[in-house]
């Protein structure tokens, strides 16, 4: 990625990843100006000062028609915006038409299992390609109320890393649920949640997917696995895609989302599998017996 080119960043809200005071040559969109932008986040405890200029605020339309600029970014910038998005087809295809031929797009993207999204379940195709179809610009009422009703905390965090332990507590109750499925089916009114939950592999598999179909033409041009509690991929129109079958993808995403357990819950699936086997006659290595005790009394 042409770091060097002209860039644009997506909702980088109080935290740009490429800041024009750092000289990077870089447009803003956001939802907002940013005094408006700074009007929202004075409470929150976060630099106003990093809050720069927003150059193109979005309402809905697409960014070509918003910026009047067509193949013209090198490189696309959009941190922990692409789950909020209720069409994520339609993002992608947006940042594809103001993206040059060459150009590429990059994602940092929260893994579900290190987040307050851990017990949602893992987003499918049908979902999205569904949502692309219905041309969605809310968020839809069961996904609200999904969302509410099963994000938690842990040890008092809403992110952490694989390593982490503590006790997990939801984060909003039954009326915060039913008051947000109100709003939406009275109002029509736009709730930011996360709409889409992803595990790695889960993400990528439907990007090869949504290529292979021809509902997008960027490809996967690069992956990088989970660090503390999101991973990064990079799209564009000349990247060479997801280097292993289908089948593969889908034996990593169980995978993942089994690694995703506490230790607890992973010494108990063992044991599980030790009975299941021990009726067989078939002896389980010492090691694996060993991890299992072990793996018990680990906390979490």
């Known amino acids: 990625m042409n770091l060097s080119g002209q860039g644009l960043e997506i909702g980088p809200s109080h935290s740009p990843i490429a800041p024009k005071k750092e000289g990077y040559r870089v447009h803003i969109i956001d939802h907002m100006s940013r005094e408006q932008l700074r009007e929202k986040y004075k409470s929150h405890q976060v630099e106003l000062s990093n809050i720069e200029d927003v150059d193109f605020v979005w309402k809905g339309e697409s960014y070509a028609d918003l910026s009047g600029k ?17 069409d994520l087809i339609a993002f992608l295809i947006n940042c ?28 499918g195709l049908g979902q999205i390609i569904d949502a692309y179809l219905q041309k969605n610009s809310l968020h839809s009422a069961g996904t609200v109320a999904e969302y509410f009703l099963n994000v938690v905390s842990r040890a008092g965090s ?22 947000g499925f109100d709003r939406v089916m009275a109002k029509k009114e736009y709730i930011d949640v996360h709409a889409w939950c992803f595990t790695p592999h889960a993400f990528r598999l439907i990007m090869h997917d949504l290529h292979s179909l021809g509902l997008i033409q960027l ?14 991929i990079t799209l564009g129109r000349r990247g060479n895609g997801v280097n292993m079958s289908r089948l593969d993808m889908l034996k990593i995403i169980e995978a993942e989302a089994a690694s995703g357990l506490s230790w607890k819950s992973a010494a108990q699936a063992l044991d599980q599998l030790y009975a299941r086997v021990r009726p067989l006659a078939v002896r389980l290595p010492r090691w694996v017996k060993a991890l299992v005790r072990w793996a018990a009394r680990r906390p979490g």
């Open 96 to 123: 594809d038409e103001v993206l040059k031929d060459d150009g590429a797009i990059s994602l940092a993207i929260p893994d579900k299992r290190f987040c307050f999204d851990h017990f949602r379940p893992i987003t």
């Open 70 to 86: 067509r193949k013209f970014y090198d490189w696309i910038i959009a941190s922990h915006v692409i789950e909020h998005t209720p």
């Open 219 to 232: 490809r996967e041009v690069a992956f990088f696995p989970t660090e503390g509690f999101e991973f990064y």
């Open 158 to 179: 809403i992110a952490w890393d694989p390593y982490a332990s503590g006790e997990y507590n939801s984060v909003h109750t039954l009326e915060d649920a039913r008051n």
